[in-house]
């Protein structure tokens, strides 16, 4: 982890993906952060949870000399000898990453610089990236001053009304509903879903709702109740002159997800477009498998 001093609000970077055909429209530029306030069972980057303990587990595993140890249990990370090998990740114990980099806004930016001529926008996930809300405001300060459209990918966990500056500068929210009945999404994430919903509606009041996702796990969570009552919950925002929100539905693969939840099958196309429909009858005509 490199430390920065630069003025301004920090926050953990694992990467940045220059160009990203889908974390929304168009072609963007993605900013992964570092750290989560859910534990979902099917996360599919299960290294970006949490935050370096410093036990140095990796430094050892790395076979390009890329990572050592500072005083303090900091490891350094030496991103030019780095082969993106993921020995480092594989190896860690504690659902965390060696490879971030602490940067403040315009140093994020300045990774996004070089793409602005070929790029639409933005979109910064996690992790959880709302857990940065005014690394995000200040980021999409310097986005929207060069005309780039501007995304947050949120578990919906924490409150967008409380940062009404952040909305000022953000264009929409991609946001999780993992599950709406909530002893199901404490069962799939071990958290409370009550701030999720009410983002839901606050944002789709806002006009600031781009889209909902459902991960699509048979068998964890009642995934017929989730897409009929959360199609249900946002239809009333979509169409009559408002931009429709999209329903995102995935599909669950096992790709990336820790062994020990690995006992899960992915859903048949056809149970995907039984919900699809379900999402639809509800009254949302934006909806796509992927
Ligand atoms: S991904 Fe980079 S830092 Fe991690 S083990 Fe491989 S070379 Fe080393
Ligand atoms: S990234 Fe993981 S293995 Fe490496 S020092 Fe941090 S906690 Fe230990």
Redesign the pocket.
């Known amino acids: 982890m490199v430390r920065k001093t630069d003025p301004g609000s920090i926050a953990p970077v694992n990467r940045v993906i220059p160009f990203s055909a889908v974390d929304g429209p168009g072609s963007r530029t993605a900013v992964f952060l570092q750290g989560c306030n859910t534990d979902c069972k099917y996360c599919h980057n299960p290294e970006t949870r949490n935050m370096c303990l410093g036990c140095g587990d ?1 430094v050892a ?4 000399g ?2 050592s140890m500072e005083p303090g249990r900091q490891v350094v ?1 030496d991103w030019e000898k ?8 594989q190896t860690c114990r504690h659902g965390s990453s ?2 971030i980099r602490l940067l403040n806004a315009q140093e994020t930016y300045s990774l996004i610089k070089r793409q602005v001529p070929f790029i639409r926008g933005v979109t910064v996930s996690g992790g959880e990236c709302m857990l940065y809300p005014e690394f995000l405001r200040e980021l999409f300060v310097f986005c929207k001053a060069s005309g780039l459209h501007t995304l947050i990918d949120s578990n919906g966990t924490i409150p967008f009304g409380a940062f009404p500056g952040l909305l000022e500068v953000t264009d929409g929210v991609m946001l999780d509903i993992k599950a709406y009945d909530p002893g199901d999404y404490r069962m799939v994430t071990g958290g409370d879903n009550r701030a999720v919903l009410e983002n839901a509606v606050f944002l789709a009041e806002s006009g600031k709702l781009y889209e909902i996702r459902t991960v699509v796990v048979p068998g964890l969570f009642h995934v017929f109740d989730t897409v009929k009552k959360s199609a249900a919950l946002l239809a009333p925002y979509c169409g009559s002159g408002r931009p429709d929100i999209r329903y995102k539905l995935i599909t669950y693969r096992e790709n990336g997800v820790r062994a020990c939840y690995r006992n899960w099958q992915p859903p048949s196309r056809d149970l995907m477009e039984q919900l699809a429909r379900t999402a639809r009858e509800e009254g949302m005509n934006d909806v796509i498998i992927v």
């Open positions: 990796c595993a790395c076979p390009q890329a990572l990370y780095c082969v993106f090998c993921d020995a480092c990740i060696p490879r």
